[in-house]
């Protein structure tokens, strides 16, 4: 790898910390004074009320930081590439509109005074509206193909047409759900995507590093995302001063899906993310397993993580055994994902 792209790295990495935690200082007594407090779920575990009131909408925070610093980044790689790199800029955008997503989410909620902001089906509509238009930039400036390739395997299908695109906006719309679930405890989804960001980083400087392009936009994402996440943990680890809402989930949902196709392998999510995508068919298991039982409870509590913590678990234990298994995942990501040169026929 080229030192002075790993300089780069380095200082975009320092530079959305630093941001990160400078904007915490600042915004959390705001949203403090404005009693923008989280509401507790009366069904959520009981232990979690003393939680309630503790300021949300944390999210801005990172999202401000790393806006900045990826909007330079992206500056000083078109002139470094001789072009615009397309694919991280529609990636960002993306992830900065799921964010709005929760922000106007969040919003409802403080309006309402409680847990309950957009309706699912509002919700859904513009997570699709956001995802479909991402993918169909992607497609537009050749970012991506309809050609799907399977993980591990070696096999590509060639020619899948509008099913594959619209499999991608499917699949967009259930990271960035999953990683919102993912959100219930202090410092979970944070450490989680601190850990897949650090796995963009090594896929850009080592997987791919003979590619400028793919390393470029893949490391790059990577290291502004862990900068985000190392800052924002100052104030959001157990016992959290802020919790980042429905505003940094989502937008971290768009920035988990937006790594897999930089990398032009979107199935590789499954793998990388698999821990996010539990939190979400745990839920789904409780639901049905509820109302095919008349009332019977697979889990203690769904998502999965609440289960662990009616089994006695503590916040950062759980914390710490679900991020050593993502990390376990995105290790078995790393080696899944192709040839560099299957990667560039796209």
């Known amino acids: 790898m080229d030192h002075s792209f790993a300089i780069f790295l380095s200082a975009s990495a320092i530079a959305v910390f630093v941001l990160t935690v400078i904007f915490s200082r600042i915004i959390i007594p705001i949203l403090k004074s404005h009693k923008m407090g989280q509401k507790i779920l009366d069904i959520g575990p009981r232990w979690h009320k003393s939680k309630e009131g503790t300021p949300t909408m944390g999210g801005i925070t990172f999202i401000f930081a790393m806006t ?8 000083l790689l078109s002139i470094g590439l001789g072009a615009v790199p397309t694919g ?7 992830a900065l509109l799921c964010g709005f997503i929760g922000c106007i989410d969040d919003t409802a909620k403080l309006k309402k005074k409680k847990n309950e902001g957009l309706t699912p089906i509002q919700k859904l509509v513009l997570q699709f509206v956001i995802a479909g238009g991402y993918i169909a930039g992607l497609v537009y400036f050749g970012c991506i193909d309809d050609t799907l390739y399977i993980p591990y395997i070696g096999v590509s299908f060639e020619g899948c047409g509008i099913i594959y695109y619209a499999f991608l906006v499917v699949l967009a719309v259930g990271v960035m759900n999953s990683v919102n679930l993912a959100d219930g405890i202090d410092g979970l989804a944070a450490t989680e995507t601190l850990v897949v960001s650090a796995f963009f980083v090594l896929c850009g400087v080592v997987k791919y590093a003979s590619s400028a392009l793919i390393s470029g936009e893949t490391a ?3 290291a502004v995302t862990a900068g985000g996440m190392l800052g924002f943990l100052v104030y959001n680890f157990h016992p959290a001063r ?5 505003t940094g989930s989502l937008f971290l949902g768009g920035v ?6 930089l990398l032009k392998n979107p199935l590789i999510v499954i793998v990388y993310g698999l821990m996010y995508i539990i939190e979400t068919v745990s839920d789904i298991l409780q639901v049905a397993y509820f109302k095919l039982t008349h009332g019977k409870r697979l889990f ?7 289960h662990f913590e009616k089994c006695g678990w503590g916040e950062v234990k759980i914390v710490a055994v679900f991020s050593l298994m993502t990390a376990l995942f995105c290790a078995a ?7 560099l040169s299957v990667l560039l026929r796209v």
């Open 333 to 339: 990501a790393y080696y899944g994902l192709p040839a």
């Open 256 to 261: 988990v899906m937006g790594g897999a196709l």
């Open 220 to 222: 790059v994402l990577g």
């Open 88 to 94: 991280l800029t529609l990636t960002f955008v993306y």
């Open 242 to 246: 802020v919790f980042m809402g429905d």
């Open 300 to 306: 203690r509590m769904a998502p999965i993580h609440h």
């Open 68 to 75: 900045i610093v990826i909007a330079c980044d992206i500056a």
